[in-house]
């Protein structure tokens, strides 16, 4: 079952059974800049967002050379990120558990599929 954690400017799509997630980011068009270049609203809720996840035991996945996985977009624009589930429910997900899952994440945060 596929959880969703809404933070002020991004949101989380979990699923503690498989420990597989994505993290839709807002558009950088959409930030706003309130103390004149000290911090913006989305690294604000970055920080925020990420301190919390870290706490429920998520994080964002990373490739080989330690960039952020990117997924895809969302139907409006939006990039998503993947997470990743320190403590799955189940340690090894069968592949047929892990493709539903898969699925179920990508129609949830509605990424844009080719």
């Known amino acids: 079952m596929i959880e969703t954690v809404a933070y002020a400017s991004h ?3 979990i699923d503690p059974m498989t420990g597989e997630g994505l993290l839709v980011l ?3 068009a959409d930030d706003i800049d ?3 270049g ?3 609203l989305h690294a604000a809720d970055w920080d925020h967002a990420i301190g919390d996840l870290g706490q429920r035991g998520w994080q964002p996945s990373e490739d080989d050379g330690g960039d952020l ?9 939006r990039p998503v990120i993947g997470l990743y589930g320190r403590e799955p ?3 090894l997900p069968s592949v ?11 129609t949830v945060a509605e990424v844009v599929t080719e």
């Open 11 to 13: 949101t989380a799509h």
């Open 26 to 28: 807002p558009r950088v």
């Open 34 to 36: 309130p103390l004149g």
């Open 38 to 40: 000290v911090v913006t």
């Open 69 to 77: 996985v990117h997924v895809g977009t969302t139907v409006d624009g």
């Open 89 to 91: 429910v189940t340690s």
């Open 96 to 106: 047929d558990q892990a493709a539903e899952s898969w699925r179920e994440l990508l």
